[in-house]
T-cell receptor
Framework: GQNIDQPTEMTATEGAIVQINCTYQ??????LFWYQQHAGEAPTFLSY????GLEEKGRFSSFLSRSKGYSYLLLKELQMKDSASYLC???????????FGKGTMLLVSP | SAVISQKPSRDICQRGTSLTIQCQVD?????MFWYRQQPGQSLTLIAT?????????ESGFVIDKFPISRPNLTFSTLTVSNMSPEDSSIYLC??????????FGPGTRLLVL
């Protein structure tokens, strides 16, 4: 089975940087995904990591350490519209299906 | 990316009835999935919709309750059968466009009274 942990809630101020952590335990690993979900909307794909290291995409970056079972999503220059839930999902080896964490609700304040 | 649509976008149903949700993609995809997101919760995978064969269900989900069709590579349906208030949820289809990307449809918001 798989176990995925994320903080439940985080708060940050506009213009700041925030790091959302995700730890996972899986019998085999085949990629980690980050999604953003605004209230009442479907999840939006943000990033995919399968190799160790940092992947940068504009204001958002995602990091993976397979040996530590650890990932983080880094959001820079926070904007009010970044207030959303951020979901970490892991794909096990040999499968296409994803297992999602419970999500981290980020609140960005002025 | 791909354009994924779902019908209906929302519905209110009476207990004991069934609802069929449609998912349409604007390109052919091999892998399509159905998820449920209960209020305030994260996403739970219901099943993988396999083209030309029976769907693969996750633990806790059965074909009698959630029959799935996948007649071709751009379309799938999920039926929620014999509904109860506990089935009130958002139902989402997702597609694997490549090994590195999985996208979600807009979701179907279901309320069972």
């Amino acid at each position: 089975g798989q176990n995925i942990d994320q903080p439940t809630e985080m708060t940050a101020t506009e213009g700041a940087i925030v790091q959302i952590n995700c730890t996972y335990q899986t019998s085999g690993f085949n990629g980690l995904f980050w999604y953003q979900q605004h209230a009442g909307e479907a999840p939006t794909f943000l990033s995919y990591n399968v190799l160790d290291g940092l992947e940068e995409k504009g204001r958002f970056s995602s990091f993976l350490s397979r040996s530590k079972g650890y990932s983080y999503l880094l959001l820079k220059e926070l904007q009010m519209k970044d207030s959303a839930s951020y979901l970490c999902a892991v794909r096990a080896a040999g499968y296409s299906t994803l297992t999602f964490g419970k999500g981290t609700m980020l609140l960005v304040s002025p | 990316s791909a354009v994924i649509s779902q019908k209906p976008s929302r519905d209110i149903c009476q207990r004991g009835t069934s609802l069929t949700i449609q998912c349409q993609v604007d390109s052919q995809v091999t892998m399509m999935f159905w998820y449920r997101q209960q209020p305030g919760q994260s996403l739970t995978l219901i099943a993988t919709a396999n083209q030309g064969s029976e769907a693969t269900y996750e633990s806790g989900f059965v074909i009698d309750k959630f029959p799935i069709s996948r007649p071709n590579l751009t379309f799938s349906t999920l039926t929620v059968s014999n509904m109860s208030p506990e089935d009130s949820s958002i139902y989402l289809c997702s597609v694997e466009l490549s090994f590195e990307t999985q996208y979600f449809g807009p979701g179907t918001r279901l309320l069972v009274l």
